[in-house]
């Protein structure tokens, strides 16, 4: 079994009298891409905050790489890679400035990432002008790089393809799925649902500073509703199955809400004349806004 990269146990974090993280429990596995799910104001980015040592939790202890961070936090950065929500850069310096002094705050020889510039098609003309003129996708691949190039134990990532173009997104994907391969455990926080299932193989879902949900995707699947569709052939009398529940029925077309073991009812299915049928695997969007809007796990 492998080893946890980071281990968050207990925490609590107050801004004033608003709570803004409560008792948060959650690890993440070396070696694996993890997923950090709650819209903007959910307690994502404090989360963050406090596994880098920004913010010092009130209550509880978060340690990564079996260290406590409080008391061993730059020992921990120097083997982190980060990119903010809020990517901050320096407007009079240009982008091969920057990722030198970057590199010289890491105490790096600074050596020309090609391999990363190729990948987000940057080239030694748009690095050299001021980051000041520089387009919001262009200055997100700044970021990027300046969080990878010295191939860091874990990266942490709060909304990372924010302005970056559909094409730039799907070299992202690949970069991390390849830094991945090479041994970087990844903590991937997002509100795009779509990446997040893309590329995740664990996921919490935060909700007003509360964990509600901490499982593999394929679990949390298991754990939603399914919308399942058919048409007969011919009419039937009491159309019922043990963990479902009807939504709709017109004529020989029926709609259920599909609940609970499945096949079970699929062995049911099996005796009805069925001409066609729909029953679509949930999406993590299905799963979020079940956790979002349905009161559950409250």
Do not use: W
């Amino acid at each position: 079994m492998s080893a946890n990269v980071i281990q968050i146990e207990q925490v609590t974090k107050y801004f004033g009298r608003f709570k803004a993280v409560s008792s948060v429990n959650f690890n993440v596995q070396e070696g694996e891409i993890f997923g950090f799910l709650g819209p903007n104001g959910a307690g994502k980015t404090t989360c963050i905050k406090m596994m880098l040592d920004l913010l010092r939790p009130d209550d509880g202890q978060i340690t990564i790489f079996g260290k406590e961070v409080r008391k061993n936090s730059i020992e921990i950065r120097n083997s982190i890679g980060f990119l903010s929500g809020s990517f901050t850069h320096f407007d009079n310096m240009t982008g091969i400035e920057f990722l030198k002094f970057v590199s010289s705050q890491r105490k790096k020889t600074f050596v020309f990432p090609k391999y990363l510039c190729d990948i987000f098609h940057l080239s030694h003309v748009e690095l050299n002008k001021k980051m000041k003129s520089m387009s919001h996708g262009m200055l997100q691949k700044i970021g990027i790089i300046q969080s990878v190039f010295h191939e860091p134990q874990l990266l942490i990532l709060d909304e990372p393809t924010s302005g970056l173009d559909p094409i730039m997104q799907d070299a992202f994907y690949g970069l991390i799925k390849e830094l991945n391969r090479n041994g970087t455990s990844i903590f991937f926080s997002s509100h795009n649902l779509t990446e997040v299932e893309m590329n995740c193989h664990h996921i919490a879902v935060i909700r007003d500073g509360k964990i509600v949900a901490f499982e593999t995707l394929e679990n949390l699947k298991k754990q939603v509703s399914r919308k399942l569709s058919f048409k007969l052939k011919n009419p039937v009398t009491d159309v019922a199955f043990s963990h479902a529940e009807m939504l709709s029925h017109d004529g020989l077309n029926y709609e259920f809400l599909v609940k609970g073991n499945i096949e079970e009812m699929l062995r049911e299915m099996n005796d009805l004349p069925i001409v066609d049928f729909s029953f679509p695997e949930p999406r993590l969007d299905d799963i979020f806004m079940n956790y979002y809007n349905s009161g559950l796990n409250q």
